[in-house]
């Protein structure tokens, strides 16, 4: 059953603290993306890497850190430099850049992370 | 600056009628365009897509309309049903290479009974 899984759902924290969401894909995507969405607001692009051991900032990257070190693998760090952090955070990979016609992301449930 | 847009933050609609989301967008050079389905508390569903060389694509019950001209995207939604109650994005790629997409701020479709 392939698919993108988010853990933990629910997350709490307090302020100061450094919190890590996991994202796992058995899609074999090379692609991952990682999306903050506020109430009532869209997906904002935090950071997203196209191949393993390589990502990019997204628009709102400042207080955030990744890593890719697998290809099925791509976890956040909330820093205690971001200065609003409770948010509700999406993961979602794609195939290739040139792999198809489809720019399509696959998502996974989210986590909701409340700090204060 | 350059955004997708939605012109209706709601839309409430009756059970059994059709349902028209609309999605404003700023970039010509965007060459592709999709349509999410978000339920509340859940990551976004894929509904349907389409690439900057079509004009209309259909779907099971849906339908998405390119206006290139006025950069204008639409979804249609048939014989709108209790389940189609979900806040809708639309996306797109905005053509400089890579798989990012941009997105809308939403609209909050409420099917009422």
């Known amino acids: 059953d392939g698919g993108i899984t988010q853990s933990p759902k629910y997350l709490f924290r307090k302020e100061g603290q450094n919190v890590t969401l996991s994202c796992e894909q058995n899609l074999n995507h090379d692609a991952m993306y990682w999306y903050r969405q506020d109430p009532g607001q869209g997906l904002r692009l935090i950071y997203y890497?196209?191949?393993?051991?390589?990502?990019q900032k997204g628009d709102i990257a400042e207080g955030y850190s990744v890593s890719r070190e697998k290809k099925e693998s791509f976890p956040l760090t909330v820093t205690s430099a971001q200065k609003n952090p409770t948010a509700f955070y999406l993961c979602?990979?794609?195939?290739?850049?040139?792999?198809?016609?489809?720019?399509?992301?696959?998502f996974g449930p989210g986590t909701r992370l409340t700090v204060t | 600056g350059e955004s997708v847009g939605l012109h209706l933050p709601t839309l409430s609609v009756q059970e059994g009628d059709n349902s028209i989301i609309n999605c404003a967008y700023s970039?010509?050079?965007?060459?592709?365009f999709i349509w999410y389905k978000q339920e509340s508390g859940k990551g976004p569903q894929f509904i349907i897509d389409i690439r900057s060389n079509m004009d209309k694509r259909q779907g099971q019950r849906v339908t998405v309309l390119l206006n290139k001209t006025v950069k204008h995207l639409s979804l249609q939604i048939a014989a709108t049903q209790p389940g189609d109650s979900a806040v809708y994005f639309c996306a797109e790629n905005r053509g400089r290479g890579g798989n990012k997409l941009t997105f809308g701020t939403g609209t909050q479709l409420k099917v009422e009974l």
């Open positions: 890497s196209q191949i393993v051991n390589d990502f």
């Open positions: 970039n010509s050079a965007s060459d592709y």
């Open positions: 979602a990979s794609s195939i290739r850049q040139g792999a198809s016609d489809s720019y399509e992301q696959y």
